[in-house]
């Protein structure tokens, strides 16, 4: 089957397309065609006038939407978020758990397993804790966190393939848990942590180039000690995840972050919980009880943000107008530099052989198609 998405804006890594058309050949990209050449003949033709076609974004740490958590441990809740993903342009998620017992993150991968493949594609799960700094849980649950254990993750990589653990550099066994899971084709990663630049740099040399929630619960910058935003700052080897609702970070960060490390090492998060997609009101992560309010997602006690209900449209939005960077450099931030980081080919760029995962958006960057490998999944 042959589909051609006519007369639309292409934006892609380097590629800046007016009135273009797009076409797709069974679950890849066939070619990119300019405005005025001859158009090829389709099975399907879906006109993109007004639109502008752009890779489907990929969301490596997300927890939940509509209500549900992948930590419920229910292929209902996983049916449920990778649908809801696609309205947001969403093709490609990491499902990312909460610091919890190895028997409830083994119950949540088992369901991920068992997920009907009707949404987003989900290639492998996200470890977020439990082997983070106690001191720095943020909306984690501190009863939960554990000293790094390899063996933990080799028996839940067992349920559902796992893409990357989050983890803190400074507890004991950091090291070697970095070296064996780059030897397990694993992405480290930084997260919850008070760690010094110094010990940053042993997990860097095991082969650590990851950091989670960029800032968020982690050593700030101080001029004795860079700390890890330092690090990650001044390591332009380092891929970080922002996570762009203006509030987890404030613009100005955000300018800085781009302006210093560019869109090839930034990758857009939502870091969502079960809020995200729904309206104000009480919900709950990883047991604790959370008020969402005109796009806050804080713990009731305390006030702790906790998590995001941001979505993946919103974030390339606000990124747009806070850094002003062309579309073609952006849109890097939302798709291809995280596809790099995880190491999954074929993912995040509209070019001849690529994935045919595709998201149309309107002028306010609202999502009006998904395409998840040529198939068209959601439409608004
Ligand atoms: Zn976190």
Same mark, same amino acid.
């Given at each position: 089957?042959?589909?051609?998405?006519?007369?639309?804006?292409?934006?892609?890594?380097?590629?800046?397309?007016?009135?273009?058309?797009?076409?797709?050949?069974?679950?890849?990209?066939v070619s990119l065609i300019p405005a005025g050449s001859?158009?090829? #003949?389709?099975?399907?033709?879906?006109?993109?006038?007004?639109?502008? #076609?752009?890779?489907?974004?990929?969301?490596?740490?997300?927890?939940?939407?509509?209500?549900?958590?992948?930590?419920?441990?229910?292929?209902?809740?996983?049916?449920?978020?990778?649908?809801g993903k696609l309205e947001e342009g969403v093709t490609t998620l990491l499902p990312t758990t909460l610091t919890l017992p190895e028997?409830?993150?083994?119950?949540?991968?088992?369901?991920?397993?068992?997920?009907?493949?009707?949404?987003?594609?989900?290639?492998?799960?996200?470890?977020?804790?439990?082997?983070?700094?106690?001191?720095?849980?943020?909306?984690?649950?501190?009863a939960y966190v554990r000293r790094p254990d390899i063996e933990e993750v080799k028996r839940l990589n067992a349920v559902y393939p796992v893409k990357k653990v989050s983890f803190a550099p400074e507890t004991e066994g950091a090291a070697e848990l970095t070296a064996e899971l780059c030897r397990m084709g694993i992405v480290p990663s930084c997260v919850h942590t008070a760690a010094t630049f110094g010990q940053f740099k042993e997990c860097y040399l095991q082969g650590m180039r990851n950091l989670s929630h960029f800032c968020n619960q982690?050593?700030?910058?101080?001029?004795?000690?860079?700390?890890?935003?330092?690090?990650?700052?001044?390591?332009?080897?380092?891929?970080?995840?922002?996570?762009?609702?203006?509030?987890?970070?404030?613009?100005?960060?955000?300018?800085?972050?781009?302006?210093v490390k560019g869109a090839d090492h930034i990758e857009l998060i939502s870091d969502a919980m079960r809020a995200s997609g729904m309206p104000d009101g009480e919900y709950t992560l990883g047991g604790l009880p959370v008020i969402s309010r005109d796009g806050e997602a804080r713990l009731k006690e305390g006030g702790a943000l906790a998590g995001s209900v941001l979505q993946?449209?919103?974030?390339?939005?606000?990124?747009?107008?806070?850094?002003?960077?062309?579309?073609?450099?952006?849109?890097?931030?939302?798709?291809?530099?995280?596809?790099? #980081?995880?190491?999954?080919?074929?993912?995040?760029?509209?070019?001849?052989?690529?994935? #045919?995962?595709?998201?149309?958006?309107d002028a306010d960057f609202r999502v009006m198609k998904t395409f998840v490998d040529g198939e068209l999944r959601f439409e608004r």
């Open positions: 089957m042959r589909t051609l998405i006519t007369d639309c804006r292409i934006v892609t890594p380097g590629i800046d397309l007016a009135n273009g058309s797009l076409l797709i050949e069974e679950d890849k990209i001859p158009l090829p #003949a389709a099975d399907r033709t879906i006109s993109g006038s007004g639109l502008t #076609a752009m890779p489907g974004f990929v969301d490596i740490h997300c927890h939940g939407r509509n209500n549900v958590d992948f930590c419920d441990g229910s292929v209902e809740a996983v049916n449920t978020i990778a649908r028997e409830e993150l083994r119950a949540a991968l088992d369901a991920v397993a068992h997920y009907d493949g009707k949404g987003c594609k989900l290639p492998g799960v996200h470890l977020e804790g439990p082997f983070i700094n106690v001191k720095c849980c943020g909306a984690q649950n501190p982690m050593t700030p910058l101080h001029h004795r000690d860079i700390g890890m935003v330092g690090a990650g700052l001044l390591k332009s080897d380092v891929y970080a995840e922002l996570i762009c609702d203006k509030l987890h970070i404030c613009p100005d960060m955000i300018a800085l972050a781009f302006q993946l449209n919103v974030a390339l939005k606000n990124v747009a107008e806070v850094t002003g960077l062309p579309l073609s450099e952006l849109v890097k931030s939302s798709s291809y530099t995280a596809a790099r #980081a995880l190491g999954l080919p074929g993912i995040g760029k509209l070019e001849p052989g690529y994935q #045919a995962d595709v998201v149309l958006l």
